[in-house]
């Protein structure tokens, strides 16, 4: 999910716009990647991924849900190893499993919750596109 930075505000701006509308958000610059506007939202986390042009729109599902997606992954990466040399294969170590079971488990999470996701997205574009701060 992409929103569009039409105005070309500043991290800064729209971070002051996103924080008075969710008053925990916050502003983090992580190893290597963009600065990140991170809204918590029941268990979860929303995060806005600055771009000069847009806002790349990410979440963080709750810790239960990524053991949960790195369990299943860990099992069908089982399943796969014991088909392919024909004998059970038990995989409890790599990064394949765990790459697997968190995409998965965020494909599951998000399916299951569209309708908050894309209020949510409705909701940041507009205070991202905002004429004025204080919508």
Same mark, same amino acid.
């Given at each position: 999910?992409?929103?569009?930075? /039409?105005?070309? &505000?500043?991290?800064?701006? #729209?971070?002051?716009?996103?924080?008075?509308? +969710? =008053? !925990?958000?916050?502003? !983090? &610059? =992580? +190893?290597? /990647?963009?600065? @990140?506007?991170?809204?918590?939202?029941?268990?979860?986390?929303?995060?806005?991924?600055?771009?000069?042009?847009?806002?790349?729109?990410? $979440?963080?599902? =709750?810790?239960?849900? #990524?053991?949960?997606?790195?369990?299943?992954? $860990?099992?069908?990466?089982?399943?796969?190893?014991?088909?392919? $040399?024909? @004998?059970?294969?038990?995989?409890?170590?790599?990064? %394949? =499993?765990? #790459?697997? *079971?968190?995409?998965? %488990? !965020?494909?599951?999470? &998000? /399916? @299951?919750? !569209?309708?908050? $996701? &894309?209020?949510?997205?409705?909701?940041?574009? #507009?205070?991202?596109? /905002?004429?004025?701060? *204080? %919508?």
């Amino acid at each position: 999910m992409q929103i569009t930075n /039409s105005q070309s &505000k500043s991290v800064q701006q #729209i971070f002051s716009e996103m924080q008075q509308h +969710f =008053p !925990k958000a916050q502003l !983090k &610059k =992580p +190893f290597l /990647s963009p600065q @990140t506007i991170i809204i918590p939202h029941d268990n979860y986390k929303y995060l806005l991924r600055y771009k000069q042009q847009y806002l790349q729109v990410d $979440f963080i599902p =709750p810790v239960m849900w #990524i053991i949960g997606g790195m369990l299943a992954g $860990f099992g069908l990466f089982t399943i796969v190893l014991s088909l392919v $040399f024909q @004998t059970l294969v038990i995989s409890f170590g790599g990064a %394949i =499993p765990v #790459i697997i *079971g968190l995409l998965l %488990i !965020k494909v599951v999470f &998000k /399916s @299951t919750r !569209k309708n908050e $996701f &894309k209020s949510f997205e409705d909701e940041a574009n #507009i205070v991202v596109n /905002s004429n004025h701060q *204080g %919508i």
